[in-house]
């Protein structure tokens, strides 16, 4: 049974580890989203803390003082955030890829508001948001960030983190491979677009009397979506490398062990992007 006394001792554990699961729910994709009531996030992060207290208590010190357990906690904020930015970053990524590709065709005039990133995106960003974040939770991206982060606490107990050169380098190299997946992702529907632009620019020329302007544009919108449709069916191995690939790289960034996560085998041939 608790007494009061027991509880004061545990509550700069709980305060610490509640600190490092908030820092997740802010940054990782799907949980930062403002579709989930803040309330049930306050909810989650206070059961899984007092759940995570048991493993977590012995590595606290008893007696801390309450400038060192603020300080702490903004310290621990930062290190779930990192595991969840890093992910962020892939689902950015692809969908600045997508924005770019609609507006090549026109599509981007109209901004809708996507809840999961919070922010306004076109209509085509939020698709291709839509399908990141189903391979996400398909390939268990969720559980992952969540083993990652539990290994955390085994190799970096609270209040003992200290910002190194490895993280500086894993978001360098995070930033790159997002890089590299939005122009994966986006390249096959740019060079279509580009094709068309030359092919009508060609008939311009040819045939003056023909309205490219009102012409192109509906041959832009059919392209777009056929492209689009053929890229989404072909880079579901791309973006569940993807995601493994962020999330490995997320525990790694904090002293984490190896990945959490392992894409399932896929019944088609690879991708070809």
């Known amino acids: 049974m608790f007494s009061a006394a027991n509880i004061l001792l ?5 305060v610490l580890i509640m600190g490092r699961l908030t820092g997740l729910m802010l940054a990782a ?4 989203s403002r579709a989930i009531p803040r309330r049930i996030k306050a909810a989650f992060v206070m059961v899984a803390a ?18 060192v357990v603020v300080g702490g906690m903004v310290v621990e904020m930062l290190v779930g955030a990192a595991i969840g930015l890093v992910v962020t970053m ?4 692809v969908e600045y890829a997508a924005n770019l590709v609609g507006q090549q065709a026109g599509l981007s005039l109209a901004q809708v508001y996507d809840p999961t990133l919070n922010q ?4 085509l960003g939020q698709l291709y948001s839509i399908v990141f974040f189903m391979s996400f939770l398909l390939v268990g991206g969720h559980r992952a960030m969540f083993a990652a982060l539990l290994d955390t606490f085994k190799c970096i107990p609270p209040l003992s983190f200290v910002m190194g050169e490895s993280l500086v380098g894993t978001l360098t190299q995070v930033m790159n491979a997002a890089l590299a997946l939005g122009i994966r992702i986006g390249a096959p529907v740019m060079l279509s677009m580009l094709v068309l632009i030359l092919i ?8 003056p009397q023909l309205n490219v302007l009102t012409v192109g544009f509906n041959l ?15 880079c579901d191995e791309l973006i569940a490398d993807a995601i493994t690939d962020s999330v490995t790289w997320a525990n790694q960034s904090v002293g984490g062990g190896g ?15």
């Open 200 to 207: 009508m620019g060609f008939l311009s020329r040819t045939i």
């Open 10 to 14: 545990l509550l700069p554990a709980l």
């Open 50 to 67: 007092c759940v995570l207290l048991p493993m977590v208590s012995g590595t606290v010190p008893a007696q801390v003082s309450l400038g």
């Open 29 to 32: 994709p799907v949980f930062s």
């Open 90 to 93: 892939m689902a950015s990524s």
């Open 259 to 273: 990945s959490a996560l392992r894409a399932p085998a896929t019944t088609g041939g690879h991708s070809p992007l």
């Open 220 to 234: 832009k919108v059919v392209l777009l979506l056929g492209a689009c449709g053929l890229t989404l069916t072909f």
């Open 120 to 123: 306004e995106t076109s209509e």
